[in-house]
C-alpha cells in the first residue's frame, strides 16, 4: 500500500490533556459505556463519496482539490488509486466502517457490461482490503442520480427504460454489497421526485416506487442477503420535491405497500434540518414508528437552504440523538456514518483528519452525555410520571377501547371534570440535559 | 334582523366591466363550466372564527377591531348578537355555507354542563338561521386549543382527563353538526403535538390520538351522521411539532390506525406553505392518496414564517389547485372555506366585505382559468405521452410484477439499454398555463 | 415586601457539585475571567415584561399563568403588586439589573395626564426598591406598539398625531429611566414597518424614524442623560417588514441620519435568527461597524418562524458569541439582558426560576469557554497569520491607495501572478473550539 | 453565421389570438405604454452564462445538454462557436441586449497573459457581431468566484495577490465592456464573504472591499466609461454569508466608503427572496434609498433555499415590481437581463425559447398591468391621503425640525391626543391590483 498520508501513522485515543490534534479526544473504543464498549456503541463509517470522489466543486466554482486518483485517463487505475487512498484512511482513521455507491469506487464505462465488469473488479479489490485492513462495509448503495439518464427520477422515471437501468444498478450493487459482507444495503432517492408537477403524475410515480421497493425486497432474499434495507429520506434538492420527504412520509409509504416490515431508514441530520425537524425529531419518529435503522451523521448550516453536508460538531444536538438511540436499544444492524465533506477551501490534505476525528469526538462525547441522561434517570422519571394516569382506570378504558366517545362524554360530564394543569417543566428539564453535558 | 352593515344590501355578480367595489367581477353563481355552476364547483364558506371572534390582537398587540358584540358582560348575550352579524353577512356575501367551531358560536361556560346547555341553545338559534338564509353548514369542529386545558393537546394530553374533555366537546360539536345538515366534520389538532421532545412520549401520544380517532368514526356512524370526516394537517404553531404535519404525514397515521378509508383532509394554504409545501403540492398528494376532502382557502405570506391567514388573492397559484381538484373530478361534500382574517389595521366596517369578495373573485377566476387549462388538452397529452411507455411491454411487466429485479437487470444487459433523454419541457408546459390565465 | 416566592431565598453559587436545582453550578459572580469578575463581564438584566407582565398567551391559546398582580380591577394596585415580585425575582436571582418598558411597570391610563401621573407614581416605588434591593436599571424604554393607535407604527406611522404619542412616550420613559440611573435608553420599533408596500410611502416613513431618532438624541443630552442610546433589530413580526432589520439595515439608516456615533444596538439571539443571520454574525457584525452596544439574550427555535423568546441553553452557540464581545473589550454601558420568557406549560411558580439558572449558567459558562478559546491564542494567531500579507508590500500599497486599479493590474501581469491557495482550515478551527468548550 | 437554432427565424410579436408557441403574445417592442415604447420600457437583455456556458450540471448530477460549442479540444475554438449560436440566439429572440462575464466570452488561458489575449480576441469578435446584429451590451463583469483561487473571496482575500488577480479582471472586463459601448458595469461578490468566522478577519475583509470599489469608481472615470457601477446584492450561497447581502446592507457599504453617488444596484428577484425579502421590497428599498439600477429577472422557487434562477413567470408578482420602476420614472441605463437558465431536464434544443418567450410576455404584460395601476389612480390617492396630514401643521413642525421631542410631548399633553384610527384598507387596495391584472 502506497502511503498518501505519509505523515499519520493511526487516529488514537489520548484524552482530554493531549495537546495532539491527530488523536481523539473522547472517543476510546474500548470504553465501556451502559455496558457496551463506544465501539460497539457507535458503529463509526465513513463514506466514500464525499471523502475520495468529490473534488470540490460547488455550483459557483471548480474543484480545488486536485487529487492525485483523479488525474489519470484511465478510470479503473484512478479506482484502484482511489481504493488504495480509501482504505489508507479508514484504517488510520480507525474506524470500523465504510459505505459506497457503486460508482464511487467503479468506473460507469461505457456500457452496461463494462459496469458490471468494473464493478466486479473492484469489489474484489475492496474485498482485498477489508481482509487487509479489517476495516468493514457498513453499506453499499447504488448511484441513480447523477448520470443524465437519471434526470427525471429513477425508479420514478417516466421512461420503463431508466427505471430498467437503475434495476440493473441496485441488482449488482447489492450483489457487491453482500459479497463484501455489508450489514445494510441503502436505497437513496436522489432524484426520485418533481420539478413541476405540470409535468408529473404523482399516482404513477409512487406506483412505479412501490413496485420497486418491492422488488428489491424479494430480490434481498433470493440472493441471501441477511442484512438491513434501508431509505434514506431528504426533502428535495436537486429536485423541487422528492418522494422520501421526511420520516413519517416514508413511513406512510411503506405502509401503502406492505413494506414497513422490511425497510428501515437512514436518517441524515441536514435532510432532517431541510425538511424543517429536528435531528432529534426524525430520530425520535423513525424509533416511535418502528423504522429506525442508521444515521448519516453531519450537519447543515440553520441559516442556509441546502445540504451543507459538514461535520458534526454539535455535542449538545448529538446528545439528544445519542439518548433517543440509547433509550431505543442501540443499533442493530446500523451505525453512524459520516456523510460529511471538508470545506471546499480546506485544501490541506491532513483537513480530513481534523474534520473526521472533531466528528467521532463529538459523536463520542455525545454517547457519554446521553449515558449520564440515562443514569440520572430523572427524565425518564418525569416522563413516566407524566403520562402515569393513562396506566389507571379513564386512561386505559379509553385505550383499551372499553369507553365510547359518548360514554366518555358522559363521563366527563358527570365529574364534571376540571382537569388539573401540571407544568410541563421545560427548563427544569433542559437544565438536567445541560448538567449531563456540562457538568 | 338587526342590520350591522346597513351600506350594503348583497355582492351580486355586475362582471369585469363593473366599477362597484361592493360586486364580484368573475364569480358568476350561475355560469356554467365544464357542465357544473361555478356555485356548485366552488362551494363557498365563510368561517365564523376569523370574521366574528377574532378581536384584532397580535402578539404584540391588543383587540383594535372593538366589535359591539364583543361588549356585553353576558356572553350568551354577545353570542347571539354575534350570530345576528354572522348571518347577516353570510346572506350578503351571497356564499352557500359556513363553517364553525363550538366555542366560537357558544360560550364556553363553567361548567361541562353549561357548554353544553350554551351549545344547545345556540345550535337552535342556527338553525332557525341558517332556515331563513337558506345558508348551510359546511363543517362544524370542536376547539380544543384555546382553553389552557389544552396547552398539552388535547387527545395527545398526559391527562386522560383532558382527553375525555376533549371527547366530551367533540360528541357536543358533532351533535350540533348532525343536528345543523353540516356535510362535514373537522378534527383540527391545534395542540397535538409537542414543545420539546424532552417531557414527551412519541409513542403514547400517537397511540391516543390513533384511539380518539377510532372514537370519532365509531360515533359518526352511531349517530348516523352522513358527512366527511376531515382532519386538518398543519405542521406547527404554536407547537413546536404538530402530529398532523402535512399530508403525507397524515396519510402513514391514518394507514397505521386503519383510518384511510374514513377520514379525509381539509388542505390549508398556509398550513401547506409552512410545511414547507406547494399549496398545489398538498392537493395533488392527496388526490394521488385517494384522501382529498375539502379546502382552508387562504395564503400565507412566503418571507413571514407564521400563519398570517391572509384572503387568497393569487389566480396563479389558485389556477394550479383548481386544476388538480377539476382533474380529480371537483369537490363532493367539501368545498372553499375562507379560513382567513383581514389585517389588524383593516378597521373600516366594510374591510371584510373587501377581503371576501377579492377572495371569491380570485378563486372564480382561478376556477375559469383551471377549466381553460383542462380544455387546452395539451397538458394532459404532454403527461400522457411523457408515460406512454408504461403501458408497453416493459413497463406493463414491470409494474404488473412479472419480472424479478434480475430479470430486469438481465433485460438491460442483454439489450445494453441506452434510454433516450426526453425533455421535460418545464418552460413549455408553464407557458401554456400562463396562456389559460393570461391570455 | 410579602414573599410570593416563598419557598426560595436567594439563588447562589455552589459549583457543579451541587444537586440543588435552584442554585448557580456555573455563575459565581465573584469568580475573575481573564482580569475582570463575571459579574463585571456578563452583567446579567431580568425583564419585566415576558417575566411579570405576560400571562401565557399565544395566538391560539389564553393565558395559562392567573398571576395574582393581574387579578385586581385596579390597575396601579395590580402595577404595585407586580412591582413587589419583580424585586423580589430581580433580588432573589442574584442579578445586577433588570429592563422595562414603560408600559410594563405603569398603567396607561386614559389619558396621556393619567399615563404620565401613574408612571411618575411607579418610578418613585421602582427607585426606592431598587435603592432597598441594589437592583439597578440596565435600561428603560417606551413600548410604542401594543396599543391600537400604534397598529400602522409609531415614528412612522402615517399620522403625525401618533408620531407626537410615541414621542411623549419616549419622552417620559428616558425622564424615568434617568431618574432611575439606567445605564442605556432602547429604542425598540416594534411596529415601525409595513404590513404592504401598497399603502406605504418608504421614503416618507425612513425621513419620520430618521426625525425621530434625531430628536431622541438631542432629547438626551438636554435631559442630561449619560446612558448609551440603542435600537434593537428585528427583521419582522409582527410587522411584514421592519425598518430595523438587522445591524446591517440599522448602519446604513444611522449613516443617512448621522447617527452612526450616537447610537448603538441591543442584539437579540432571535431576531438575529428570524433575520437570516447567527446570532454570533450580528454581534461580530456590530463590533466591526463600531456600533455594537448591548444584548437581548435569548435563543429562537431554529425549525420556528416566529420569536419564541426562550431561555438560552446553548453554551455552543453563546461561547462564539461571548468570544466575540471579549476580543472587543466586552461590554461598556451594555448587559446581557434575559428577553426570555418561561413556556406557556410551565405553570409551576418556580419554572421562572429554572429557565433563569439555566441561563445565566448558559452565559456564565459560554464566558469561561470563551475566555479559553483566547487563552489558547491559536484562533488569534491563525486569523492574523491569515492576513499577514495585508501588512506586507503590495497589500500595504493596495490599502494605503498607492496604486491604481491599472497599475495593481500591470502588477499582475508583470509578475504573472499565481496565488498559492491556502487552506481555510475551517474543521482544524472548530476542533480548537471544541476543546475549548469540552476539554 | 452557422445557424444553431434552423427551426426558427425570429421571434415576432403575433397577439394573444396567435397558437404558435414561437411567438410573443404580449410583448409588443413598437407599442406606446405611458408615452413610451415596450422596448424602451423593458430594456430586455439575455445573459451568457447561464444561456451558452451551463452544462446543465447540478450539486448531484453531471452535464445534461452537450452543447456542440462545448466539445472542442481548443477554448478559443469552443468561445467563437459559442459567440455565433449567443448572438444568432439573441437576434433571434429580438432583444436589444445582452451581458456577459469575462469567462464567458473569452477562455480564461493558464497565464494572465493568455487571459488578456483572448478576451481580446474575443472583444473583437463580440463587437463584431454586435454591429452585425444591433444587439447591444446591457453589462459587462467579471468572473472572480468560479477559479479556486477565489475559494476565499477576491476582493475580500486574504491574500493581496488575489485581491490583485481580482483588479486585474475587472479592469480587462470594464475595458472590454467599455469598448462594447456596455450601458453599465456589475460587480458580482459571488464569493465576497465567510465560510466560518472562526478564520475571518470582518473589519480586515470589509475595508478591503470598500478600496476595491474605490479603485473600481476611479479607473471608471479615468477610463472615460461613461455607464452605470452597479453592485447585485445576494445574501449566501456558495458562501455561508455575503457581504453584499440585501440593499440595505449595500447601502451601509456605500455610505461608508463615500460611495452611494457612485454606484447603484443590479437586484435579482432570487436574491431578494433568498434574503427573506420579496423582490417588490428590493426594488422600493432601492428606489427610496436612491441607489435603483438594474435587474436581474428570474425567479426563485419558493419552497426551495437556493438560486434555481428559473424564467420569471409571474405576472403578479412582477406587476409590483414594474410599478415600482414605472413610479420612479423608469429604468436609465438599466434593464431586465434575465438571470435564469432552463431546467436540467430541458433538453429539447428549443427550450431555451419557450424560457424566454415566456419570460418576456410575463414581463411585458406586468408592464401594462403596472400601466394600469397607476392610469387607475385610486393607489397613489389613498397612499397620499393616507400621509397627507405630514404636510399640515403639526407634521410639517416635527419634520422640519421645529419642535423639540419634549415640546411634542407638552403639545400631546395640551392637547391630550387621542389619534383617530382609519383603516390601512389593505383588502381594498389588493383588490385594486387585481382588477388591473384580471379585468
Known amino acids: 500500500m502506497k502511503h498518501y498520508y505519509d505523515q499519520i501513522e493511526r487516529i488514537n485515543y489520548e484524552g482530554t490533556q493531549t495537546n495532539n490534534p491527530f488523536a481523539f479526544r473522547h472517543y476510546n473504543p474500548e470504553q465501556i459505556i451502559l455496558g457496551k464498549t463506544m465501539a460497539e456503541h457507535l458503529r463509526f463509517s465513513i463514506c466514500y463519496w464525499h471523502t475520495f470522489c468529490w473534488a ?21 487505475s484512478n479506482a484502484k488509486a482511489k481504493a488504495d487512498v480509501a482504505f489508507e484512511f479508514f484504517y488510520k482513521m480507525n474506524v470500523p466502517f465504510y459505505a459506497f455507491h457503486d460508482v464511487d469506487v467503479a468506473p460507469e464505462g461505457n456500457s452496461i457490461q463494462e459496469y458490471i465488469n468494473n464493478l466486479s473488479i473492484m469489489t474484489d479489490i475492496l474485498l482485498e482490503k477489508q481482509q487487509q485492513t479489517g476495516v468493514k462495509l457498513l453499506w453499499g448503495t447504488a448511484n441513480c442520480f447523477t448520470n443524465p439518464r437519471y434526470a427525471a427520477g429513477a425508479a420514478t422515471n417516466p421512461d420503463p427504460e431508466v427505471f430498467a437501468c437503475a434495476a440493473t444498478q441496485v441488482v449488482h450493487a447489492m450483489n457487491a454489497t453482500h459479497k ?35 422488488l428489491v425486497v424479494e430480490n434481498k432474499y433470493k440472493i441471501g442477503f441477511n442484512g438491513t434495507l434501508l ?10 420535491h422528492q418522494y422520501d420527504y421526511d420520516v413519517a412520509t416514508i413511513y406512510g409509504f411503506l405502509k401503502q ?12 441530520a441536514n435532510h432532517a434540518t431541510l425538511a424543517g425537524h429536528s435531528f432529534q425529531h426524525e430520530v425520535a419518529s423513525a424509533i416511535a ?8 451523521a453531519n450537519r ?21 440523538v445519542m439518548y433517543e438511540i440509547l433509550k431505543s436499544g442501540g443499533f442493530t444492524t446500523g451505525g453512524l456514518n459520516f456523510d460529511a465533506k471538508i470545506r471546499r477551501q480546506s485544501i490541506d490534505k491532513y483537513d480530513v483528519f481534523h474534520g473526521h476525528i472533531g ?37 386505559k378504558d379509553i385505550l383499551q377501547g372499553n369507553m365510547s366517545l359518548q360514554e366518555i362524554a ?21 437544565n438536567i440535559v445541560n448538567k449531563a453535558i456540562f457538568g
Open 359 to 395: 466528528a467521532i469526538d463529538t459523536m463520542a462525547l455525545s454517547l457519554k452525555c446521553a449515558a449520564k441522561m440515562i443514569e440520572d434517570k430523572r427524565l425518564d422519571q418525569k416522563v413516566a410520571e407524566r403520562y402515569a394516569d393513562w396506566d389507571k382506570n379513564l386512561g
Open 289 to 296: 414508528l418502528d423504522i429506525f435503522g442508521s444515521l448519516d
Open 231 to 240: 431509505i434514506e429520506p431528504k426533502p428535495q434538492e436537486p429536485t423541487k
Open 180 to 214: 463484501l459482507g455489508g450489514q445494510n444495503y441503502v436505497l437513496w432517492g436522489g432524484r426520485e421526485g418533481y420539478e413541476t408537477l405540470l409535468n408529473t403524475n404523482l399516482r404513477q410515480e409512487r406506483e412505479q416506487l412501490g413496485k420497486f421497493m418491492q
Open 300 to 320: 447543515g448550516d440553520p441559516q442556509l437552504g441546502w445540504d451543507t453536508d459538514q461535520f458534526p460538531n454539535s455535542v449538545e444536538e448529538n446528545t439528544l
Open 56 to 76: 470540490g466543486t460547488d455550483m459557483f466554482g471548480s474543484g480545488s482539490f486536485n487529487y492525485p486518483w483523479q488525474s489519470s485517463a484511465d478510470p479503473l
Open 257 to 268: 405497500f406492505g413494506l414497513e416490515k422490511e425497510i428501515k431508514v437512514n436518517i441524515e
Open 410 to 430: 358522559q363521563y366527563s360530564l358527570v365529574n364534571n371534570l376540571q382537569p388539573k394543569a401540571r407544568s410541563g417543566a421545560q427548563e427544569q428539564l433542559e
